[in-house]
């Protein structure tokens, strides 16, 4: 009598190791198998296209009825296995089916994971594995309406394409700040977002579910930041976990998944395990390719080859939504040490980056053109020697030498309504328009005729751009400095291409202005976060780990790694509850040095950062807040007593640098900010040597700007004078905001007002009522987000992962 | 007593970011890059001492808080023509948990 064998799950894995084991005779088994899904065994990863109605069920099945029949196959299809005893040999099914074996095989592959949220039990929540998942979604997706689906992973991304394609309003939630973070980088996830989006599937990316809403059915969903979606199904795609709770129960070694050993048997030399339940040298697999694998391997064991072994498998992703194209390979967590080859094409879209690790690559990111993907997967598997061909490596494997990457691409795709020069409010087609039309051929014949580039001039670079870009050859425009090795850009470029090409987000940035490097660097990250921070006020989300340590962690940082603590102390006064609060914080928390600034506030020196939060939430008790004394951005207004005191006082000095730093604290710029009012021209509070300083006279307020008193000693300019303190205001929160829309990163005002001169900044801000307005409209915009006390959220919690150390060993002995 | 020690989960450790660990010769940071790789070492800048667990992460490298040097994650090496090295301790990384080489973790003096 042939031997039995025993296979309990019905999918892919299981149907590869049956082909593999009849191909080879002679046979010393009888099979059967036990499946919980009602059917023959089809291609679970073509249920995407079934779902999108691009195939039919039957277009997927891999083993029809008299395939099963052809091998002498028992087939018992819906019945699920709920009990091995390894003492008997036997397995019984939840119906009582009962079978015996000689061998064992456990193919029992994956469960979705559910999050484990209020309401994840209600009608309408679906996962997304097996057919009769595709079924419900179809049914529901026949009514319209709307679908939320929850992860934007692979599998989440392909049921929010399909339920699209089947005419439903589709939200997609993705806990992480870009989509499919596993397989793609940054750079990718925001090409890829853009392209969900394109298509009219909305993504929401840092987006926490709290709760799956409704009382006998799913309406909607609801976010940690109390957002509501409605919905009419839920798709919960957050992940998969591998099944393993049958092997688990009859005694075999399970952690995450069953364990196997190269010869892919569990514990139990009888059984066997193979797909997406197994766990092999600590990996559990989501994927069919190693599934194949493995199969090779147990037919091979089973027809008796002791020899045959699975060492682990590598593997490449690919997103089956029709249109996109998208390849990922390699584990990015084994590329340490990892060297960057990456190539953008903006025009297209393109963007390709290969990790080489001792001239091997060890990992590849495809983006809008995949054709060599199977070509590098080649190389990374074969673990190739690419050094010879490093340098065209990444323009694939049918470059042949010639032109490549156009620099000026990012400029070439901006469509001509785009606004190159913004004091003039001069776009590109009407430059190429001049150019064209009246032969011009110099940047200041482009200037006369334009004024593009006429006033402050920071986009001269980007008007000299179109004019390369029309007139080829027969112009060569002035090197610019570049922000730094990542791109060829400068500032100015940046900052002018952010605006006119609506750029949102620094993966957008990197991608649509052709970043030469992945991620960026210390340098470019922080600016660039500022640039998007002050151009889109009311959309960034601020990226703290693209700033220094002292502005996301609202602290200065000490040479001995402790912090130091300012209290905002407005225009310089303070009070006896304030001074107590801070005493008593400076005793409590041991806080070794207390000391006056020459801000006209106080220091406290010498805090740890642990107890950072703590601190902050004692001051904020007593009505303090953050004296952004670590930021670009506003610092001190220093104030002397003026009228209210003082025998010389013509103004109320002190009143009016409250009322300033009342209305324009927390507000980030390219570099600090420091101001002062004095009472007269005595001059008490240094007003001449800050970035904005007020003489009170007493016709009125002097103001002046552009002062320093650091590495370099500048006395300020004079802008204007104005009667009124509400015109005072508007005039230095306007000058405050044109420095913030045309400084550099890092540029002090002084630096600024050198390079596009004091007359043009006085051109706008003093002599234009209009635009002056303008200024100062948009940075009361950009106050309503600013002007949280970001002590008040950090006591509160926020970022407390970078308070509080992950682990602490400090006291632990060391193993002799 | 086992040779690693679980010091957290890999989740808890922020993409480009990093991780305190306290330990008896002194903190250890713990950085994630932009790819999820995980890196180890003792949180002091081989020039001054600044704690690099404060730095800016970009690609395999950490920028010191203090004066800017750039350290390789990798090895340790600072950058560039900076020299100096941050000790680095062996990290491994299992079923999601990251785990330190006990030896340098409980190591009295780097
Ligand atoms: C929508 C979707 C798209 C995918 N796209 C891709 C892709 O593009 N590329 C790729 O490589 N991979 C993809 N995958 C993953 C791929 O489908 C899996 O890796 C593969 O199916 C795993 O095979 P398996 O045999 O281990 O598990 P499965 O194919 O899941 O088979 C396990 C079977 O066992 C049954 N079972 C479980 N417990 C019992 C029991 N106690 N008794 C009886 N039967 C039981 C289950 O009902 C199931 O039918 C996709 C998956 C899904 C869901
Ligand atoms: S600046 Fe003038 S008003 Fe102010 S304190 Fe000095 S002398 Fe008095
Ligand atoms: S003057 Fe120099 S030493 Fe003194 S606080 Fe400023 S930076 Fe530090
Ligand atoms: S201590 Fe790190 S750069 Fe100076």
Redesign the interface.
């Given at each position: 009598m042939p031997k039995k064998l025993v296979v309990i799950g019905n999918g892919m894995a299981a149907g590869r190791v049956l082909e593999e084991f009849f191909e080879r005779a002679p046979r010393p088994y009888e099979a059967t198998i036990f499946g919980a899904e009602p059917r023959v065994n089809y291609n679970r990863i073509m249920l995407s296209p079934v779902l999108s109605g691009e195939k039919a069920y039957e277009d997927i099945l891999i083993h029809d009825d008299a395939w099963y029949e052809t091998n002498g196959i028992t087939l018992h299809r819906g019945k699920q296995v709920v009990q091995i005893d390894r003492e008997a040999k036997r397995v019984t099914a939840a119906d009582g089916t009962t079978a015996d074996y000689d061998k064992l095989l456990i193919a029992t592959g994956s469960v979705p994971f559910v999050v484990p949220i209020p309401g994840v039990n209600l009608p309408g929540v679906v996962t997304y594995r097996d057919l009769d998942d595709v079924n419900t979604m179809l049914a529901v997706a026949r009514m319209g309406g709307r679908a939320v689906v929850i992860g934007g992973g692979l599998l989440g991304l392909e049921a929010a394409a399909g339920l699209k394609a089947q005419g439903m309003d589709v939200t997609v939630l993705h806990l992480m700040p870009t989509l499919m973070e596993r397989q793609l980088d940054p750079s990718a996830g925001y090409l890829l977002q853009r392209e969900m989006e394109e298509r009219g599937i909305a993504v929401r990316c840092r987006a926490n579910t709290h709760a799956v809403l409704g009382e006998t059915h799913v309406t909607g969903v609801k976010l940690d930041d109390g957002t509501e979606l409605p919905a009419d199904v839920v798709v919960m795609a957050v992940g998969i976990r591998p099944n393993a709770t049958l092997a688990k129960e009859a005694g075999l070694e399970t952690n995450r998944g069953v364990l196997v050993g190269d010869d892919m048997r569990t514990s139990d030399p009888d059984v066997f395990s193979v797909g997406e339940c197994v766990e092999h040298r600590g990996i559990c697999y989501g994927l069919v390719a190693p599934l194949y694998e493995m199969a090779k391997v147990v037919a091979a064991q089973l027809s008796g080859d002791g020899k045959a072994v699975y060492t682990g498998s590598v593997t490449a992703t690919k997103l089956k939504v029709t249109g996109i194209d998208l390849f990922s390979a390699g584990d990015f967590n084994e590329a340490k040490d990892g060297q960057d080859i990456v190539l953008r094409d903006v025009a297209r879209g393109i963007y390709k980056r290969i990790v080489l690790k001792e001239n091997r690559i060890v990992g590849a990111v495809l983006y809008g053109e995949t054709a060599d993907g199977s070509w590098f997967f080649d190389l990374m598997r074969k673990e190739a020697d690419v050094s010879a061909m490093r340098d065209t490596l990444i323009f694939g494997q049918s470059y042949g030498g010639g032109s490549s990457l156009d620099p000026a691409a990012t400029v070439a795709a901006l469509p001509n309504d785009a606004e190159i020069c913004g004091c003039n409010g001069v776009c590109k087609g009407k430059i190429v328009q001049t150019i064209n039309d009246k032969g011009l051929s110099t940047l200041a014949d482009v200037r006369a005729h334009t004024k593009a580039s006429a006033s402050c001039g920071t986009c001269t670079g980007l008007v000299e751009q179109v004019m390369a870009l029309t007139l080829g050859d027969r112009f060569s425009r002035a090197a610019t400095e570049p922000m730094c090795g990542c791109t060829d850009l400068g500032h100015d470029e940046v900052r002018r291409l952010i605006r006119a090409a609506g750029l949102k987000s620094i993966p957008a940035v990197m991608q649509e202005l052709g970043w030469k490097t992945s991620c960026g660097c210390a340098k470019c990250r922080p600016a660039l976060n500022y640039y998007l921070l002050c151009d889109w006020p009311e959309e960034y989300e601020d990226d703290g780990r693209s700033r220094y340590i002292n502005e996301r962690i609202h602290a200065n940082i000490q040479k001995d790694g402790t912090y130091s603590v300012v209290p905002r102390m407005w225009g310089g006064l303070t009070n006896p509850r304030e001074l107590r609060a801070i005493a008593d914080v400076a005793e409590k928390y041991d806080i070794p040095t207390v000391k006056v600034t020459g801000g006209q506030r106080i220091d406290l020196l010498g805090v740890r950062k642990e107890d950072l939060p703590a601190v902050w939430a004692d001051l904020n008790e007593a009505g303090m807040v953050s004296g952004h004394a670590y930021a670009k951005g506003l610092r001190t207004v220093k104030t002397c007593v003026g009228t209210e005191w003082c025998r010389f006082g013509t103004q109320d000095s002190t009143g009016l640098g409250v009322r300033i730093e009342r209305f324009m604290w927390g507000s980030w710029t390219p570099a600090k900010v420091k101001m002062g009012v004095s009472g007269c021209p005595r001059n008490c509070a240094e007003a001449t040597c800050k970035d904005v300083g007020v003489i009170c006279v007493d016709s009125g307020f002097e103001i002046h700007f552009a002062g320093a008193a650091g590495l370099h000693i500048k006395g300020t300019q004079l802008l204007c004078k104005v009667a009124g303190e509400d015109e005072c205001l508007e005039v230095i929160v306007a000058l405050t905001q044109l420095y913030r829309e045309q400084g550099h990163y890092l540029e002090r005002m002084y630096k600024w007002a050198d390079r596009v001169g004091v007359d043009a900044i006085r051109a706008i801000v003093v002599e234009d009522r209009e635009k002056r307005r303008a200024l100062f409209e948009r940075f009361e915009i950009s106050q309503r987000k600013a002007q949280i006390d970001p002590w008040a959220e950090r006591a509160a919690g926020r970022d407390a992962h970078e308070f509080d150390p992950m682990a602490n060993f400090s006291l632990a002995e060391a193993a002799e | 007593?086992s040779e690693w020690?679980d010091?957290?989960a890999v989740d808890?450790?922020?993409?480009?970011?990093s991780?305190?660990?306290?330990?008896?010769g002194g903190?250890i940071a713990?950085f994630k890059a932009?790819?999820?790789?995980?890196?180890a070492l003792r949180d002091r800048c081989p020039h001054?001492?600044?704690?690099l667990s404060?730095?800016?992460?970009?690609?395999?490298s950490v920028?010191c808080?203090?004066h800017?040097w750039?350290i390789s994650l990798?090895?340790g090496e600072a950058q560039g023509a900076d020299h100096g090295c941050a000790h680095k301790i062996p990290l491994r990384?299992?079923?999601g948990r990251i785990l330190l080489a006990?030896?340098t973790?409980?190591?009295?003096a780097a």
């Open positions: - | 007593m020690i010091v957290g808890d450790v922020p993409t480009l970011g991780r305190v660990v306290q330990a008896p903190d713990v932009a790819d999820g790789t995980l890196f001054k001492g600044g704690p404060q730095g800016m992460v970009h690609g395999h920028t808080p203090l800017n750039v990798k090895t990384v299992e079923g006990a030896s973790l409980l190591a009295r």
